[in-house]
């Protein structure tokens, strides 16, 4: 760590490590990167279904990370300026929450859809709150990039291995289909949209193979990868040693075949060449989106261009004048209602279900990318506005993939962001 934020300077910071926060953190992070591949190892071996509900530890790492920072904060340990990025995060999930108790979709179904929308912007809040040194704060950055670069070379070897090591050693299928709560749990390997994309079999006239690597999943895996992509880029950005780091994550995440990645690439591309889109124009990426959106409203979409449908719908249906959207859990892809509403994107999926409300989440990006780009000025950090190029990734995903939503790879990149901002913080660690 080079040194603490201006602010943090004006600020007390903390004396101690706040341990078991600190070992709570660095406990999901390894959750995130490994629980999948851990649970899939474990039910091969056991063939106790209960392995498949190992990810559920990655809502229980955010509860315990929240009920710490509200700790801290009640006791005084964290007394900084709040920004306006938690601010928002906050109004956000108030609005969903009190929207959740309004609806009738069930208690399962809002569940499930109420935790989609809330744990990740509350995770952000949580890590922002903590009372970190700047010592803690460089060691989860290392540890972040540690265990994707493992979560990376993984990905590299089932690449090659591929059938062998998931129907004959890991029994991928019966795991999938042991899991009551996977909708696609039922599908064969070889038909598996999670292994095989057939985005580009007119070109090359058969499926692709997807890399997985340890999220058994390949879009959060490309989260991952976006956030190691711009952890590297700014080490690169303050004079440091990084191409092999750069290199590892771009073709780790071109390997996962995701849209989201190889469009945010070209973005990035697009950036360093003519400075637009640049990481504080998220809005802008945003408005093109919904254009896209809204020019595809009529057409029969299939192959790569199919995700365009989601958001289509999405916003056909905030001109039918549905203020308040169908319910929580009553729409999109988690909903077993039948209104098909927003089901490939994000931001659909959150319309179909609250509404014009869903525009809050759009100042909360907003919200941070403004922050960001004033952090980074501050501190006159090279490396910054490539942190705060993670957010123009997520904020293509979530225009255009409900992947974007919950607690996955998605995760890592907005601990990065909420750390980066942090007082304790003057740079992201090299």
Same mark, same amino acid.
């Given at each position: 760590?080079?040194?603490?934020?201006?602010?943090?300077?004006?600020?007390?910071?903390?004396?101690?490590?706040?341990?078991?926060?600190?070992?709570?953190?660095?406990?999901?992070?390894?959750?995130?990167?490994?629980?999948?591949?851990?649970?899939?190892?474990?039910?091969?071996?056991?063939?106790?279904?209960?392995?498949?509900?190992?990810?559920?530890?990655?809502?229980?790492?955010?509860?315990?990370?929240?009920?710490?920072?509200?700790? *801290?904060?009640?006791?005084?340990?964290?007394?900084?300026?709040?920004?306006?990025?938690?601010?928002?995060?906050?109004?956000?999930?108030?609005?969903?929450?009190?929207?959740?108790?309004?609806?009738?979709?069930?208690?399962?179904?809002?569940?499930?859809?109420?935790?989609?929308?809330?744990?990740?912007?509350?995770?952000?809040?949580?890590?922002?709150?903590?009372?970190?040194?700047?010592?803690?704060?460089?060691?989860?950055?290392?540890?972040?990039?540690?265990?994707?670069?493992?979560?990376?070379?993984?990905?590299?070897?089932?690449?090659?291995?591929?059938?062998?090591?998931?129907?004959?050693?890991?029994?991928?299928?019966?795991?999938?289909?042991?899991?009551?709560?996977?909708?696609?749990?039922?599908?064969?390997?070889?038909?598996?949209?999670?292994?095989?994309?057939?985005?580009?079999?007119?070109?090359?006239?058969?499926?692709?193979?997807?890399?997985?690597?340890?999220?058994?999943?390949?879009?959060?895996? /490309?989260?991952?990868?976006?956030?190691?992509?711009?952890?590297?880029?700014?080490?690169?950005?303050?004079?440091?040693?990084?191409?092999?780091?750069?290199?590892?994550?771009?073709?780790?995440?071109? /390997?996962?075949?995701?849209?989201?990645?190889?469009?945010?690439?070209?973005?990035?591309?697009?950036?360093?060449?003519?400075?637009?889109?640049?990481?504080?124009?998220?809005?802008?990426?945003?408005?093109?989106?919904?254009?896209?959106?809204?020019? /595809?409203?009529?057409?029969?979409?299939?192959?790569?261009?199919? $995700?365009?449908?989601?958001?289509?719908?999405?916003?056909?249906?905030?001109?039918?004048?549905?203020?308040?959207?169908?319910?929580?859990?009553?729409?999109?892809?988690?909903?077993?209602?039948?209104?098909?509403?927003?089901?490939?994107?994000?931001?659909?999926?959150?319309?179909?279900?609250?509404?014009?409300?869903?525009?809050?989440?759009?100042?909360?990006?907003?919200?941070?990318?403004?922050?960001? $780009?004033?952090?980074?000025?501050?501190?006159?950090?090279?490396?910054? *506005?490539?942190?705060?190029?993670?957010?123009?990734?997520?904020?293509?995903?979530?225009?255009?993939?409900?992947?974007?939503?919950?607690?996955?790879?998605?995760?890592?990149?907005?601990?990065?962001?909420?750390?980066?901002?942090?007082?304790?913080?003057?740079?992201?660690?090299?």
């Amino acid at each position: 760590m080079a040194s603490a934020v201006d602010s943090a300077s004006r600020h007390t910071l903390p004396a101690r490590s706040p341990g078991l926060a600190l070992a709570v953190l660095l406990g999901l992070v390894l959750v995130l990167q490994f629980s999948p591949l851990v649970g899939l190892v474990g039910f091969r071996l056991s063939q106790d279904a209960n392995w498949t509900l190992l990810g559920a530890g990655r809502d229980v790492g955010v509860v315990l990370l929240l009920a710490l920072a509200a700790m *801290a904060w009640v006791d005084g340990r964290t007394r900084h300026p709040v920004p306006a990025a938690v601010r928002w995060a906050l109004l956000m999930v108030l609005a969903y929450v009190v929207l959740a108790l309004l609806n009738g979709s069930g208690l399962v179904l809002t569940a499930l859809n109420l935790r989609r929308l809330v744990l990740v912007p509350l995770l952000f809040v949580a890590v922002w709150l903590l009372p970190w040194r700047p010592q803690d704060i460089d060691r989860v950055f290392r540890w972040i990039v540690a265990s994707s670069v493992l979560v990376a070379l993984f990905g590299v070897i089932e690449l090659i291995v591929s059938e062998p090591l998931w129907l004959d050693a890991l029994d991928i299928e019966g795991f999938n289909a042991a899991n009551t709560l996977d909708r696609f749990g039922y599908l064969p390997f070889a038909e598996s949209g999670r292994f095989f994309t057939t985005d580009l079999e007119f070109v090359i006239g058969r499926p692709m193979r997807r890399m997985v690597s340890t999220y058994l999943e390949p879009t959060t895996l /490309a989260a991952a990868m976006a956030v190691l992509l711009v952890v590297a880029l700014a080490r690169r950005a303050r004079g440091h040693a990084g191409m092999g780091l750069v290199l590892l994550a771009v073709v780790a995440g071109l /390997a996962t075949l995701s849209k989201g990645f190889a469009i945010f690439l070209l973005a990035l591309m697009a950036w360093r060449a003519v400075g637009w889109p640049a990481p504080r124009h998220v809005l802008t990426v945003v408005l093109a989106g919904c254009l896209l959106g809204a020019l /595809a409203r009529g057409f029969h979409l299939e192959g790569p261009l199919e $995700h365009l449908d989601g958001l289509s719908t999405a916003l056909q249906y905030l001109v039918q004048g549905r203020l308040l959207g169908e319910g929580i859990g009553a729409a999109g892809n988690l909903s077993d209602l039948g209104n098909e509403v927003g089901e490939e994107s994000g931001l659909g999926n959150v319309i179909g279900q609250v509404g014009w409300v869903a525009f809050l989440s759009l100042l909360w990006l907003r919200a941070l990318a403004i922050d960001l $780009h004033q952090t980074a000025t501050l501190r006159r950090d090279e490396g910054g *506005a490539w942190i705060a190029a993670w957010l123009m990734f997520w904020t293509i995903t979530y225009l255009f993939s409900a992947s974007s939503l919950g607690v996955g790879g998605n995760a890592l990149g907005f601990i990065v962001l909420a750390l980066y901002l942090h007082p304790a913080s003057g740079r992201v660690p090299a």
